[in-house]
T-cell receptor
Framework: AQKVTQAQTEISVVEKEDVTLDCVYETRDTTYYLFWYKQPPSGELVFLIRRNSFDEQNEISGRYSWNFQKSTSSFNFTITASQVVDSAVYFCALSEVGAQKLVFGQGTRLTINP | DVKVTQSSRYLVKRTGEKVFLECVQDMDHENMFWYRQDPGLGLRLIYFSYDVKMKEKGDIPEGYSVSREKKERFSLILESASTNQTSMYLC???????????FGSGTRLTVV
């Protein structure tokens, strides 16, 4: 069965600190996709990244970076030099090939304090 | 850009009322989903649909039903609203699971 675990319920840091959000997943498939979504206070979940199971290269997009490690079934998300606008709930999700549903983690509420 | 539009941002309903939450997408997506989001519980799937007039139960379908008469519209129905259905409801659509979802802005429902 598929499962996504985000063990950190809430994280609070001071602006400009680096912060890492953890995501651990379980799947029996060898081919799958992993996602991160951001939910700002406005409510709409915004797509951040999709990564397939064959591509273990780390990805960097501005202050955001993602570390995918199949050996530990983890897909962690790091924000460098955090800003107040990064405050949101972040969700990690998993989809297997052929499945139409995404399985979501419980979400991590990130608060960046000025 | 794909747009998923939920008809109401906030709703207040009375216990026992029949409640309709509407969701419309404009990109011809096959799949549509209804989730509820509660603190500490993340997103929980209520119902989803792969095609017109087709529906599948998710993880928490009790007390809910759905309707998909047209491809672009997926309605969530609370047959008799109860206070434990007070929640944020999120609609999403997708072409296929591996491409991820596009979400609506959510409807915050309060049942009093």
């Amino acid at each position: 069965a598929q499962k996504v675990t985000q063990a950190q319920t809430e994280i609070s840091v001071v602006e400009k600190e680096d912060v890492t959000l953890d995501c651990v997943y379980e799947t029996r498939d060898t081919t799958y996709y992993l996602f991160w979504y951001k939910q700002p206070p406005s409510g709409e979940l915004v797509f951040l990244i999709r990564r397939n199971s064959f591509d273990e290269q780390n990805e960097i997009s501005g202050r955001y970076s993602w570390n995918f490690q199949k050996s530990t079934s983890s897909f962690n998300f790091t924000i460098t030099a955090s800003q107040v606008v990064d405050s949101a709930v972040y969700f990690c999700a998993l989809s297997e090939v052929g499945a139409q549903k995404l399985v979501f983690g419980q979400g991590t509420r990130l608060t960046i304090n000025p | 850009d794909v747009k998923v539009t939920q008809s109401s941002r906030y709703l207040v309903k009375r216990t026992g009322e029949k409640v309709f939450l509407e969701c419309v997408q404009d990109m011809d997506h096959e799949n549509m989903f209804w989730y509820r989001q509660d603190p500490g519980l993340g997103l929980r799937l209520i119902y989803f649909s792969y095609d017109v007039k087709m529906k599948e139960k998710g993880d928490i379908p009790e007390g809910y039903s759905v309707s998909r008469e047209k491809k672009e519209r997926f309605s969530l129905i609370l047959e008799s609203a109860s206070t434990n259905q007070t929640s944020m409801y999120l609609c999403a659509s997708s072409l296929e699971g591996i491409r991820g979802y596009t979400f609506g802005s959510g409807t915050r429902l309060t049942v009093v």
